[in-house]
């Protein structure tokens, strides 16, 4: 019995071995075609960068010996590319690049798309929106057809948001798969306004990430048509979507009235009566000290503290802060202020 | 003689069982890693890196680097954070009242000047002497406080800081560029669902580095060295990753993670009086998430890389290991409630056995394996064949776990792409049962003892610093 078990372990060791070694072997082999695939693709950026670049920025004829003869030479484009894209705002190069893409790389991601590697997959799928490949469009909605994990989804959604915003909205709204707040910001935040618009109008119905991606994002676009759907968020019944409208409206910065925000001074989130002390950043002193007074008792460290900050901004900050500490009888509050102060006195 | 017998079948049985047992785990753990890492084999990770490097989709982040005589690495240290790609940082330097020029070295190299902050006491800590702000970059502070071990130090930090998540950074690692966003990367994906996440820890030891960003890798010369390079490739494939996919997670290294700040706060932050104070703050985050029922997680992250120096010598090993082993007795036998208690339910269930079984006690075991082995030598024959049985297994489990270990790293990561790189590492592994396993399996159960013993007079690690050391090689 012993014996038998020696010889299994010695077989299965050797077993073992010959598997690592043959491993070992494709590795090996690998290895050197990697190396052969980075020459090739080396060569190509060395010959032909200067030719892609006369060609996108100085207007120069195309040349066919541009176009790509197997993988290595794509990868070479693709860095190519994706240095200009990332690093240049320029219409004439994006449109260049797209026509390019969608006449010689097309074929390469549509296989691509065929593999039945996932990461070969997401990588076609970053590649057709990057480079604006549209004419791969219904291959993509036939490939949502099958079975395909979330993040492949999200991918395409962003191709959808970029080729055609109608189709984007449809596909967003029965979407049944939930992202992460960030990565619906970065679906929205390259909607065109007309677009991005209809998803405030129906922000009632979205689920609650896209709602906070929603209010994070107008902000960010700074327009002052969203200011006003923003403030009416601010009657919302959640108290998140309060806190976070009033984010968004101190970050946009433009406080035309001061009507809106005067509840939240009382608020029993604390958030929120911090939100408040740092929109009265942008308002001056004399409308806002009573209520900034006001916080600057708050039994919250960071509402006192935020309030206190607010008030040292203004020209007229420091003097009201001196009369608060010699007229206050709440240590929490002059103790707050005399450093803020003293912080602001040592600059 | 009869007596003998019974206990070499006694424990040959215990023993090999046990072995049996813990390949068994290895070799499930690391299928599961396999899976894992060949799905993402080949993806374009700069994609998600280039559309998270705006504010807009990320979290700010407080990086703290506790630092107590680092006067050698400490610069390197911040230098490496300075060149972080993230778009929202501060960075803390809390000189733990060291007694060489750490203070002074900052001070100088950074142009720090006193400025008055106000603090928020979150944790109880040691008091701060002075904060001092760097006048060349703005979101650099530097702390002064007095001497309370690193935990403590780190605390300070936790207060000191201004966003809602936390990076602990040692005074002698150095980070990979991208590594701060791709840890980052499970927490914001997971709208913060991910309440801590850890990265991976590589061994700089030979890497070249300038200004705290290294540029090429380079497999160390020193045996000990590549031992050690070997056995982080294994800890990593065969345990890290397989754990976090449950949320099994106990251990993320203190050399480099990031936490909510609420929920390390409200943990109670690092604990001063334990010698793994990263593990303890884990086990205590775990320990809440399950008393308060929520759904969080914490979890280990495959790519980020962050750079630390290795010991060169036996002695410096040994005292890091017998170091290391003390803290993990120490902080499994404060939470032993935890284990198998159905109130922590896969944590107390799967996590708490297998670090008491494999990592803790694992030594003991092993190392009565290789004792088992010398005294059946001189019993006799009857003994042989166990103990080729033993040896046998010690095979697989050091040399062919190590070898696939390295051959699947190179396969999906590369981090030492040179032939001659591989091929060394692979030999090498091959003599690892003769001399690293014993070696470090005898200090580790000095640990254990040293536990029993409650002693705990251990010397801090001579560091020669990375980029030093690199300019006399």
Redesign the interface.
């Known amino acids: 019995m ?2 038998l ?2 010889s299994t ?2 077989a ?2 050797f077993f ?2 010959v598997v ?1 070694f043959i ?2 072997m494709y ?2 082999v ?2 050197q075609r990697e190396s052969y695939f980075e020459k090739v693709r080396d060569r190509y950026l060395q010959n032909y960068s200067q030719l892609w670049y006369d060609y996108l920025f100085n207007n120069a004829l195309f040349s066919i010996v541009l176009v790509p003869r197997g993988r290595a030479q794509v990868e070479a484009i693709e860095k190519i590319f994706s240095s200009y894209l ?1 690093n240049i705002r320029n219409e004439q190069v994006e449109l260049k690049i797209k026509q390019f893409s969608n006449q010689y790389l097309k074929a390469f991601y549509e296989k691509d798309l065929s593999s039945r ?4 997959r ?2 076609a799928l ?1 590649r057709i929106a ?1 480079l604006q490949i549209d004419e791969l469009l219904t291959k993509c909605q036939e490939f949502e057809k099958n079975n395909i994990t979330d993040e492949e989804h999200f991918q395409l959604l962003k191709i959808y948001s970029l080729f055609q915003p109608d189709l984007f909205m449809e596909k967003i709204k029965n979407s049944n798969v939930n992202y ?4 619906y ?2 679906l929205f ?1 390259l909607l065109d306004d007309n677009v991005f618009i209809q998803f405030l109008h129906d922000f009632n119905s979205l689920p609650a ?1 896209m709602q906070f991606a929603v209010i ?1 994002t107008a902000a ?1 676009k700074r327009k002052m048509e969203y200011l006003d759907e923003l403030k009416k968020l601010l009657h919302h019944d959640t108290p998140e979507i309060n806190i976070r409208a009033l984010k968004g409206l101190y970050e946009i910065g433009i406080i035309d009235e001061m009507d809106p925000f005067i509840p939240f001074v009382t608020s029993e989130m604390w958030e929120a009566r911090l939100m408040v002390a740092k929109i009265f950043k942008h308002v001056p002193l004399t409308y806002t000290y009573s209520y900034l007074e006001q916080l600057l008792q708050d039994e919250n ?1 960071w509402v006192r ?1 935020q309030a206190a900050k607010t008030i040292v901004e203004d020209r007229h900050g420091i003097a009201k802060l001196q009369q608060f500490i010699e007229s206050s009888n709440d240590q929490y509050a002059i103790e ?1 202020a005399q ?2 102060a ?2 602001k006195e ?1 600059k | 003689m009869k007596i003998i017998d019974y206990c070499m079948m006694f424990f040959g049985g215990i023993i090999l069982f046990y072995m049996l047992f813990v390949i068994v785990s290895y070799c499930t753990m690391f299928i599961i890693a396999m899976l894992d890492l060949r ?6 990770l700069s ?1 998600y890196d ?3 490097i705006d504010a ?3 979290k700010p982040v407080s990086l703290l680097v506790p630092a107590y005589n680092e006067e050698v690495g400490v610069v390197d240290t911040v230098y490496s954070l300075l060149n972080l790609r993230y778009p929202q940082t501060e960075i803390i330097i809390i000189n733990d009242g060291s007694t060489d020029q750490t203070l002074q070295t900052v001070i100088e190299h950074f142009q720090m000047k006193p ?4 603090v ?1 006491t979150n944790i109880p800590t040691k008091d701060i002497k002075q904060i001092y702000e760097s006048e060349i970059y703005k979101n650099c502070i530097l702390v002064d406080k007095e001497n309370g071990g690193k935990a403590d130090a780190l605390n300070v930090g936790i207060n000191v800081s201004q966003y809602p998540y936390f990076c602990s950074i040692d005074g002698d690692s150095i980070l990979d560029e991208k590594s701060l966003l791709r840890v980052m990367k499970p927490i ?4 913060g669902e991910v309440i801590a996440a850890g990265g991976n820890i590589r061994i700089a030891n030979g890497a070249k580095m300038q200004f705290g960003s290294i540029y090429e890798t380079q497999l160390p010369s020193n045996y000990l060295v590549i031992m050690q390079v070997i056995e982080y490739l294994r800890a990593f494939l065969m345990g890290r990753i397989a754990l976090s996919k449950f949320n099994l997670v106990l251990i993320i290294s203190g050399a480099f993670s990031v936490f909510s700040k609420k929920w390390a706060v409200e943990a109670g932050g690092y604990s001063t009086n334990i010698i793994g104070e990263d593990m303890e703050l884990v086990v205590n985050i775990h320990r809440l998430i399950k008393e308060k029922k929520e759904n969080k997680r914490i979890e280990f992250v495959p790519d980020p890389v962050c750079w630390t120096e290795a010991p060169q010598t036996l002695g410096v090993l040994r005292n890091q290991r017998r170091r290391w082993h003390q803290g993990l007795f120490e902080s499994l036998w404060k939470h032993k409630k935890m284990t198998l208690n159905p109130r922590y339910g896969m944590i107390g269930f799967l996590s708490f056995p297998y670090f008491w079984l494999v990592e803790c006690l694992g030594p003991l075991v092993e190392l009565g394996g290789y004792i088992y082995i010398v005294i059946a030598f001189f019993l006799g024959k009857i003994y042989y ?2 103990a ?2 033993l040896l ?2 010690f ?2 489990y050091g040399v ?1 776990f190590s ?2 270990a390295i ?1 699947f790293e ?2 999906s990561m590369n981090t030492y ?1 040179k ?1 001659r790189e ?1 091929l060394r590492m ?1 030999l090498l592994a091959f003599t690892e049962i003769f001399w690293y396993r014993p070696l470090t399996l005898f200090w580790r159960c000095e640990g254990l003892l040293r536990f029993v013993l409650r002693k705990s007079d251990w010397g801090n690690m001579k560091r020669v610093g990375i980029a030093e050391k690199e300019k006399s090689v």
Not at chain 2, 115 to 118: M, S
């Open positions: 012993i014996k078990t020696v372990l010695l299965i060791i073992l071995l690592l491993f070992l590795l090996l690998q290895r990332k590697r996932w990461s070969i997401m990588n970053y990057d992460a707040e960030s990565e910001r970065r935040v990430n994070d960010v460290w503290s707050m450093e803020i003293a912080r040592g | 799905k993402r084999y080949r993806l374009d994609e280039d559309a998270h807009f989709y990320s400025i008055n902050k106000i928020r914001i994906l997971s709208d064949e166990v080729l049985m046998l297994l095979v697989i062919i070898i696939a051959l190179s396969w792409p032939k591989l692979i």
